[in-house]
DNA sequence: CTCTTGACTGGTT
DNA sequence: GAACCAGCCAAGA
């Protein structure tokens, strides 16, 4: 094991962590998008990492509100990899999202952008 | 080790 | 606006 090996491996894993806890700051009733986090992450062109990571975000020790994260035009893209089909779409009903086939309404409104939320 | 498969995006047609 | 394509990169077969 390489140095150089340890530092990528610590730089994934500090990626995962960065997605997780990015998420986590989103608030209640907003959205946000996986090409958003990845940019805001410094992995612009990496947003399918985004993805993958919230496929890991049950692993992960604390609660992701991954219903939180959609896809640049705003629809509920991820919403298979939960519990049921429709989990997603009633947990964003349940923030007081208004989820109309699949496409989150006034996207525009509710999106939370981190460069100017966070700064 | 190679090949396929995505919770994606941006540009082109 | 819809359809298609290329770049991206981590898992799993």
Same mark, same amino acid.
Request: glycine share 6%.
């Given at each position: ?34 090409? /958003?986090?990845?940019? *805001?992450?410094? @992995?612009? #062109?990496?947003?399918?990492?985004? &993805? ?5 975000? =049950? /692993?992960?020790?604390? *609660?992701?509100? @991954?219903? #939180?994260?959609?896809?640049?035009? &705003? ?5 298979? =990899? ?38």
């Amino acid at each position: 094991m390489s140095i150089q090996n340890t530092l990528i491996i610590d730089k994934k894993a500090n990626f995962y962590k960065d997605v997780f806890e990015l998420v986590m700051l989103i608030p209640e009733g907003r959205v946000t998008s996986y090409g /958003t986090i990845a940019k *805001y992450l410094g @992995a612009t #062109r990496s947003s399918r990492l985004v &993805g993958w990571a919230m496929n890991l975000s =049950h /692993t992960h020790d604390q *609660y992701i509100p @991954a219903h #939180r994260v959609v896809n640049r035009q &705003g629809l509920l893209t991820g919403k298979m =990899h939960f519990p049921t089909p429709t989990t997603m779409e009633e947990l964003l009903n349940a923030e007081g999202v208004i989820v109309i086939n699949d496409q989150v309404q006034n996207f525009d409104k509710i999106f939370w952008d981190p460069f100017i939320e966070l700064g």
